[in-house]
């Protein structure tokens, strides 16, 4: 695989140096280079850093007459998609523990774990041109390539299934007015043992129209050939990309922290870090659960109700057997939670 960075970019076109240009330096080189088709590789594994420069790819870049692969991979994250429920979708006490993020991202689609093991992989084209079988036709032809007997076939879900039965990739897409992305992850080496862990939600009760993930069996590529490894698989995906398109270009290196490269692009990390966006965009909804309250002499049951609007308790009513709360103590408990 050719390797570039984006000041080697740069250095083959005047853009960079035309400061009349309305464009941002990003987009001014790729449309100075007049190519239509571009594979671009992320140098950060910082999940809200590689999320921004998704959208800012779709914001930002003529796609209209061009194709664009972007490829990525996270330090452990999980990611729900935009219309989720974090609490209904993984166990946020596991996270918090082990100092694990969550990122909402602006796509659509199921909840993912993300780490170094796990590829992401953005298909960028106009909307015109949005095409998930033919993004799905390169992966699974770039893994048949590498491994002929390997048996990797896209589903009528978008998925991509190891041997009929194993998930190996999902998928999640926007669709802009004029543009539009699909993304697939490709689980090559995931830690499954920590992805179960963080996928396991644990809140009881919600009642919600928020968009559900769809648990599935999932399987790692190499603990089907344990002699493949990401960056192979990584290569062959982009070799494929460009012999399905017809294009010819190298694997060009992206830094997404790059300011003066990608005006804007800090504001969007932070917009995606900020807890208004990663929870406070949750759909609203409803908690009806009981649960059990013991100690050494009795045991009990306790109601909530709750309903939970932006992320922000609106309604609370918490019923505790008298002998064990007073009436008045657990009223007086239920206003304190509203508000927060």
Known sequence: MILRTFSN???QSQACFRSARAKSTLSAV????GKSGLIMKSLSTDIFENLALEDWIHDHVDLQNRNMLFLWSNAPAVVIGRHQNPWQECNLQ?????????ARRRSGGGTVF??????NLTFFTSKKNYDRHRNLQVVTSALKGLRPYMDVRATERFDILLNGQHKISGTAAKLGRTAAY????????AD?????????????GIKSNATQSVPSPVKNLLDEDPTLDCDTIVDSVASQYNTEFGFSSPVTLVDPSDELSLPGIQRMAREL??????FGRTPKFSICTTFELKNDTSICNATLNMDIKNGIIETCDIEVP????PVELSREFSLHLIGT
Not at 182 to 189: G, K, Q, Y
């Open 322 to 325: 008298s002998d064990w709360l």
């Open 273 to 278: 870090l900020a807890w208004e966006w990663t």
């Open 182 to 189: 699909h993304r697939c992850t490709l689980l090559c080496s």
């Open 9 to 11: 970019l740069c250095a």
């Open 114 to 119: 993300h780490d170094l093991g796990n590829v």
């Open 192 to 204: 499954r043992e920590l992805l179960s862990a963080v996928l396991k939600p644990t809140c009881q």
């Open 94 to 102: 596991v996270m918090r523990q082990k100092g694990i993020p969550l």
């Open 30 to 33: 790729i449309d100075e280079t």
